[in-house]
């Protein structure tokens, strides 16, 4: 059973930095390109980051320079660094899965596995 499980996530001043995690089971992560999207109250989801099987990255123009996606694969996890957190970063975020191993910029939604979501809030 294909699962992912987010972590990591926070209360956090503005300029601060957050490292999320997700954890994958039921299937082996080296072979699937990995996401991490967000949502706020009363907003879309936007896709925030990808990484393809091969370790490719992609990010949203809202994370660049500031949001680092990483995977490990031994560890079957995938994480997002994000420095300099700003209040408009607030939003549940979780991480998906895609059935193939390249991503389609930062934020396809045709994603076929997502997990719970982790809350990050950026406030003073």
């Known amino acids: 059973q294909v699962q992912l499980v987010e972590s990591g996530g926070g209360l956090v001043q503005p300029g601060g930095s957050l490292r999320l995690s997700c954890a994958a089971s039921g299937f082996t992560l080296d072979y699937y390109a990995i996401g991490w999207f967000r949502q706020a109250p009363g907003k879309e989801r936007e896709g925030v980051s990808c990484?393809?099987?091969?370790?490719?990255?992609y990010y949203a123009n809202s994370g660049k320079g500031r949001f680092t996606i990483s995977r490990d694969n031994f560890k079957n996890t995938v994480y997002l660094q994000m420095n300099s957190l700003k209040p408009e970063d607030t939003a549940v975020y979780f991480c998906v899965r895609y059935d193939r191993t390249y991503c389609s910029g930062s934020g396809s939604y045709n994603y076929n596995y997502w997990g719970q979501g982790t809350q990050v809030t950026v406030s003073s």
């Open positions: 990484i393809s099987s091969s370790g490719s990255a």
